[in-house]
């Protein structure tokens, strides 16, 4: 445990039924299941979701954002109605909880009032959008018996993963590669966003892990791929914003692949040429999602 490990209990639900009113301290059922293995349940809409960089505890103290972050969510009076786990594994002190913090807006001098709290929410606004995160920061990394029901709770809740690593650190990178095939076995059918996130990345001359390594490894575990440095705030910002647009990205899939219902017979020669038009823009748009998919794994912005 980290001699600064500051973590926080977030909530904000208003629902009863909810399992995100519990602290994460406490088991969460694992019903609801997202049903898509994506999608968070759809806690009611709430109308006081936090301010800009604040982090949404209950009570939540009067808290300037963070600087380097604050263009990085919006007022959310307007909020999605939805929210999503974004769920953080790693070996211990790779600086999950650094991350975590800088999520929440929390700074050095409120880390105290934060501490042995484990979940984080906020609603950021991306490209426009907004969508409401509960960052869980609650992986419990050794792998003994009693704790295993832990580890497959955290396995089977997240809307999507981050497994975080030190660039500083080999052994921990080796862990990120096992946990991503835990991870996989777990939810097989499931088509959740993983980002492996290689931290501490400031720490260059200390550097066990290359660049190349962490995106090769990602390429070979079909996830995406980020380098940050929570000391620096450098590309934590990106990383949610990424885990938002990677959601996004397969709600949109999802949409797309639908159940189809037949089609009725055009017409007239209009309604026949729309048809023509909508199936050329369909065959386009495979083509589109085609390119986008052999893209670099670190655009978080395509599948
Ligand atoms: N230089 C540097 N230090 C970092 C960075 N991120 C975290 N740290 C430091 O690394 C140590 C561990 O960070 P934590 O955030 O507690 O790591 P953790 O993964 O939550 O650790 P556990 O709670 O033990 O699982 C702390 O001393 C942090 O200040 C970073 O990006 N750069």
Redesign the pocket.
Same mark, same amino acid.
């Given at each position: 445990? $980290?001699?600064?490990?500051f973590k926080m209990t977030l909530n904000t639900q208003q629902d009863p039924q909810t399992v995100l009113r519990r602290r994460s301290s406490t088991p969460l059922s694992l019903s609801p299941k997202p049903s898509s293995g994506l999608l968070a349940p759809k806690p009611p809409r709430r109308s006081n979701h936090p301010q800009l960089c604040q982090s949404s505890s209950l009570n939540p103290p009067p808290r300037p954002p963070s600087p380097a972050l604050d263009n990085w969510s919006s007022d959310s009076s307007d909020s999605s109605d939805s929210l999503y786990r974004v769920v953080l594994l +790693?070996?211990?002190?790779? +600086?999950?909880? $650094?991350?975590a913090n800088l999520f929440a807006g929390i700074q050095d001098r409120d880390l105290q009032e934060h501490q042995g709290e484990d979940m984080y929410e906020r609603t950021l606004s991306v490209d426009g959008e907004d969508m409401t995160l509960l960052v869980m920061?609650n992986?419990e990394?050794e792998k003994r018996d009693e704790k295993s029901w832990h580890r497959d709770y955290c396995l089977q809740v997240g809307s999507a993963y981050a497994i975080?690593y030190s660039i500083t650190d080999r052994s921990s990178f080796e862990s990120a590669s096992e946990l991503r095939i835990e991870l996989r076995r777990a939810r097989q059918a499931d088509n959740i966003p993983i980002i492996l996130v290689g931290?501490?990345?400031?720490?260059v001359r200390c550097r066990e892990v290359s660049v190349e390594e962490g995106r090769a490894c990602a390429m070979v575990f079909d996830c995406k791929f980020i380098e940050? $440095?929570?000391?620096?705030q450098h590309n934590v910002a990106e990383l949610f914003e990424g885990i938002v647009r990677q959601i996004r990205l397969r709600q949109l899939g999802q949409k797309a692949n639908g159940p189809r219902l037949p089609e009725p017979r055009p017409k007239s020669l209009s309604q026949r040429a729309r048809r023509f038009l909508a199936r050329l823009a369909t065959r386009n748009n495979r083509k589109l999602a085609l390119k986008a998919r052999s893209k670099s794994c670190h655009d978080l912005s395509v599948l």
């Open positions: 445990m $980290s001699p600064i490990l +790693g070996d211990p002190r790779v +600086g999950k909880t $650094s991350l920061d992986w990394s975080v931290n501490k990345a400031d720490l940050t $440095s929570a000391a620096l």
